[in-house]
């Protein structure tokens, strides 16, 4: 069993930064994939943004690119989101999630992911 804590939403202006932290408590032998999806009212989840379990590696979906930027912590399995030049089309309830399947690095995709946040709320004002 996983367990993931997730801090720094809130409420910003338009144009505003904020930065999303996510921490997951596991096996401290595991190294996991992680991601960062949100979901605003009466939209579908959708992936943000994801990185690799070395970090090496990082996706982000189009409308968030030159934005957002994902990094994994010091602290193992640790995972963040600098999130900048905010728009409302940004606000949502942000998930962090994180896979563990071992065939995958790194994953855009909701289904990959075995385990999930409770989620954290970005409110963007106009």
């Known amino acids: 069993q996983v367990k993931l804590v997730e801090s720094g939403g809130g409420l910003v202006q338009t144009g505003g930064s904020l930065r999303l932290s996510c921490a997951a408590f596991?096996?401290?032998?595991?190294?996991?994939?992680m991601g960062w999806f949100r979901q605003a009212p009466g939209k579908t989840r959708e992936v943000v943004a994801a990185?690799?379990?070395?970090?090496?590696?990082?996706y982000y979906t189009d409308s968030v690119k030159g934005r957002f930027s994902i990094s994994r912590g010091d602290a193992s399995n640790t995972v963040h989101l600098q999130m900048s030049d905010l728009k409302p089309e940004d606000a949502a309830l942000y998930y962090c999630?994180?896979?563990?399947?071992?065939?995958?690095?790194?994953?855009?995709?909701?289904?990959?992911?075995?385990?999930w946040g409770q989620g954290t709320q970005v409110t963007v004002s106009s």
């Open positions: 596991g096996d401290p032998f595991n190294t996991y994939y």
């Open positions: 990185i690799s379990r070395s970090g090496e590696s990082t």
């Open positions: 999630a994180v896979g563990l399947i071992a065939s995958r690095d790194l994953c855009r995709t909701s289904d990959c992911y075995n385990y």
